[in-house]
Structure formats: C-alpha cells, structure tokens
C-alpha cells in the first residue's frame, strides 16, 4: 500500500491535469454516476473545531473517503487538515493513503476554475480576490488557467500588502476597492457574516464564493444571493451545509449540468453569476486517483 506525504503529493498534482480531470467528477456527479453522501460532521466543540468524513465511489472510476479537520482558529498552523484513503473499486483491497491537506488546497481551486471556465465572461480580463491565505494564494494560480487576467486586486482584513508583493498583484484598501468594476472575483476569507456585498458588483460579474460552509454562516450579502444566478458543486449539499445557499431561497443549477452541456450555464453578457462551492468527495477521489495515476 502507498503511503504518500505532502510533498509526495505535490509532485504528482498539478492543475493543467487537475482543472478537466475536477470537471470531469463534477459532470459524473451531477449526471448521477456516483454515490456520495452528504459529509459528515462531528463538531469537536473544547476545541472549536470539527471532524469530518466524506467518502465516495464514482461508477467505473475510484473509490475513497477523505478524513478532514477543520480548525479555523488555528493560528501558525493551517486551518485544514485531511487523509485520504484510497481502494481498489473491484475488490476492496486498499491503495493508498496519502495527505489530504494540499489535494482539498488545490482541488477547491480547480473546481472554480471549472466554474470560472464556463461563467464568467470570455473577456474577463480584472481578478479580485478577497482573503490573503491559503486559498489566495491557490485561487490565483489555478484561476490563471481559466482566464488571462491582466489586472489582479487583493484585499484582506491583514495581509493584503504582504501576499500582494509576493504574487506581484495589487493591495486593495478595502473589500470594496477591490471587485468595483473586477470580472471575476474570488471569496476566500475565512468569514462568518458577509464580507461581500452585491451593490459593489458590477453587472456580468462572476463569484467564486468557497467559505461559510455552515448553515448558519455567511459570507454574501442577501443582496447578492437574491440577483444572482447561483450554482453548486452539489445541489444536496449546498441546500444542507451553506448558509448562502439557504438564505437565497431559490433555485440552484450545478456546475456538472454546465459541464455535461445540460445547463447552458451564462446566459446573457450583464447577469451576474455565483458559484457556491461547499467542497465534495468526488472532488477529492478524482485529485487522489491522479495523484495515484502519476
């Protein structure tokens, strides 16, 4: 049996293979060719964190769970942490196991870029990205795959100067600053209320909103949720885990349908477009099996 470390991971993951091989277990999922419970969650309450376990099975294709640790006051230390377990579909005898942290790191980019390939405007040319972490930082990469963005603009409560001279982007003041006329903008605060308001978007906008993934946390407006077109990863989920979601009261297309050419996804050059991402195994299963493949 493999057992592969972070940097073992890296080596093997990159996203010009990681971006189709996500749309590919996102059209599979929502053409209902996999097998995929919703996660779930244990809240490790003394501690502030949560536990949880996301398996799944895509038919003809790979079979996983992910264990995944959730800790967002961690300080110095990065706020996820995850295994995933690998085995072989046809007799059940176990593959591998390798660190999770960085394939949730990087296939939560790749899925909007997925999104971003198929909603936002062919002429998108200005990125806006709220949150200096992690996902910043794996955003920025895997988003310059999907679009050829000449201008990128970075706020966050800290550390927008610091993350934006290391990337060569441009600090905003404030959140505001940073999507006013953005074609493409990027939510990745580690927020319980919202830090993105509707009114700041110009029309033809696309959000990649991946945070909040809790029922009763927020991260957008009701501005927002109420104007614009929303799709999901995974409608159950979604409907379950995001406070977003739930609070839009209305109804939600997956970015698979998009993918498979069931949905038409974008459909005129001025409604703005939203693409709540909760996070599902599938996602993880098919980054592992590449990882595994290579």
């Known amino acids: 049996m493999n057992v592969l470390d972070e940097p073992a991971v890296a080596q093997r993951l990159h996203y010009p293979d990681l971006i189709p091989a ?16 919703v996660r779930t969650v244990l809240p490790v309450a003394p501690h502030h964190g949560f536990f949880a376990v996301m398996p799944a099975y895509a038919d003809g294709g790979a079979l996983g769970a992910k264990l995944v640790t959730f800790y967002p006051q961690n300080v110095g230390i990065h706020t996820h942490h995850a295994l995933i377990v690998m085995f072989k579909a046809e007799t059940g005898e176990p593959l591998a196991v390798m660190d999770g942290r960085l394939i949730t790191e990087m296939r939560t980019a790749a899925a909007s870029a997925v999104a971003t390939q198929r909603l936002a405007r062919a002429d998108a040319s200005v990125l806006a990205i709220l949150g200096s972490g992690v996902q910043a930082k794996s955003h920025l990469a895997a988003l310059r795959h999907a679009r050829s963005f000449k201008e990128v603009r970075v706020w966050s409560p800290r550390n927008a100067p610091a993350f934006a001279q290391r990337h060569g982007v441009k600090a905003a003041a404030t ?50 949720v109420t104007t614009a077109r929303i799709f999901v990863d995974s409608r159950e989920a979604a409907l379950r885990e995001s406070g977003d979601v739930i609070a839009a009261r209305t109804e939600v297309t997956e970015i698979g349908a998009v993918v498979a050419g069931a949905d038409p996804g974008r459909r005129n050059a001025e409604e703005i477009t939203l693409f709540k991402s909760v996070g599902v195994a599938v996602e993880d299963v098919a980054a592992a099996a590449l990882v595994l493949r290579a």
Do not use: F, Y
């Open 22 to 37: 996500i749309a590919q277990a996102l059209a599979a999922l929502s053409s209902g060719k996999v097998v995929q419970p």
């Open 175 to 224: 959140a505001a600053d940073a999507v006013r006329g953005a074609d493409v903008v990027v939510v990745a605060v580690n927020a319980t209320t919202p830090v993105l308001q509707g009114r700041w978007l110009a029309p033809g906008t696309h959000v990649n909103a991946i945070g909040a993934t809790r029922p009763d946390w927020r991260e957008l407006d009701d501005d927002l």
